[in-house]
């Protein structure tokens, strides 16, 4: 957006500074719709699984990735049975936790949605038809992965590590609700930390492609490095200065 933002609508998400852009966006002439960021706390009570009877276990993205890695007895199970399944994963930050446990990935997806994991995983070597396989997944997302890797022949298993938590449920309903109704011309994030949320807002498909056709609008080039990282395509990034709120492609 340039210059006057008179007639756009802006979803800002999870802000630090959420009081200062939402003035200066609804200054401008702009219709600022909220999105809170959730907290992601694990599932104290997941119990690991035997790993050993899948061919194909896949993580689902960063923050399963990590939750699962605080499950000390699930986390030492896999790494017994690394060498005799294949590891799939959602992103490279995710795929480096993997690397970091001594763990090789055989298949890495650097996109957030969940049908990318599900086509790469197809036209992987033998397909999927009948092969057993795990997928690590936030309560956010456990559903629409499971469904996809289903419809490409797998019979999955889930394992439910972590869950979004949000301070304000019925802020989160309404500013769905406010975004689906109507085109979101541009998507304000501040920092790297709060876009590393976006898979798990994306993890409903008719919202990440509402973004995806948005622009993103970031307070420095790191954050929208963090963007483009996550696999996210939106129209376009912009990258504004906290100063004085100029511009830059």
Same mark, same amino acid.
């Given at each position: 957006?340039?210059? *006057? =933002? !008179?007639?756009y609508?802006s @979803?800002?998400?999870a802000a630090?500074h959420?009081?200062d852009?939402?003035? +200066?966006l609804?200054f401008?002439g702009a219709r600022?719709?909220e999105?809170?960021?959730?907290?992601?706390v694990?599932?104290?009570?997941?119990?690991p699984r035997d790993?050993?009877?899948f061919?194909?276990?896949v993580?689902s993205?960063?923050?399963p990735?990590?939750?699962?890695?605080?499950?000390?007895?699930?986390s030492?199970?896999l790494?017994?049975?690394?060498d005799?399944?294949?590891?799939g994963?959602v992103?490279n930050?995710a795929a480096?936790?993997l690397?970091?446990?001594m763990i090789h990935c055989?298949l890495? *997806? =650097? !996109?957030?949605r969940?049908? @990318?994991?599900?086509?790469?995983l197809e036209?992987?070597e033998?397909?999927? +038809?009948?092969i057993?396989l795990?997928?690590?997944?936030?309560d956010?997302?456990m559903s629409?992965?499971s469904?996809?890797?289903?419809?490409?022949?797998?019979?999955?298993?889930t394992f439910c590590?972590?869950a979004?938590?949000?301070?304000?449920?019925?802020s989160v309903?309404?500013?769905?609700s406010l975004?689906l109704g109507g085109?979101?011309?541009?998507?304000?994030i501040?920092?790297p930390?709060e876009?590393e949320?976006?898979?798990v807002?994306?993890?409903e498909?008719?919202?990440?492609?509402l973004?995806?056709?948005s622009t993103?609008e970031?307070?420095? @080039?790191?954050?929208a490095?963090?963007v483009r990282e996550?696999?996210i395509?939106?129209?376009s990034?912009?990258?504004r200065?906290?100063?004085?709120?100029?511009e830059?492609p």
């Open positions: 957006m340039n210059g *006057s =933002d !008179e007639g609508t @979803a800002l998400f630090r959420k009081a852009l939402i003035g +200066g609804t401008a600022v719709i999105l809170p960021v959730p907290r992601i694990p599932v104290v009570n997941a119990d790993f050993g009877e061919d194909w276990i993580f993205g960063i923050f990735t990590r939750a699962f890695f605080e499950l000390p007895s699930a030492d199970s790494i017994e049975f690394a005799s399944v294949r590891i994963v992103g930050q480096d936790m690397r970091k446990q055989d890495i *997806s =650097d !996109e957030s969940v049908e @990318a994991i599900a086509s790469d036209s992987y033998g397909g999927l +038809g009948g057993a795990l997928a690590i997944a936030g956010w997302n629409a992965v469904a996809s890797l289903s419809s490409a022949g797998a019979d999955v298993s590590c972590c979004a938590k949000y301070d304000d449920p019925a309903s309404r500013g769905r975004a085109a979101i011309d541009a998507v304000h501040e920092s930390e876009a949320f976006l898979p807002l994306f993890a498909n008719r919202i990440a492609q973004f995806c056709d993103f970031c307070a420095d @080039a790191l954050t490095l963090r996550l696999g395509a939106p129209a990034i912009r990258v200065t906290k100063k004085d709120g100029h830059k």
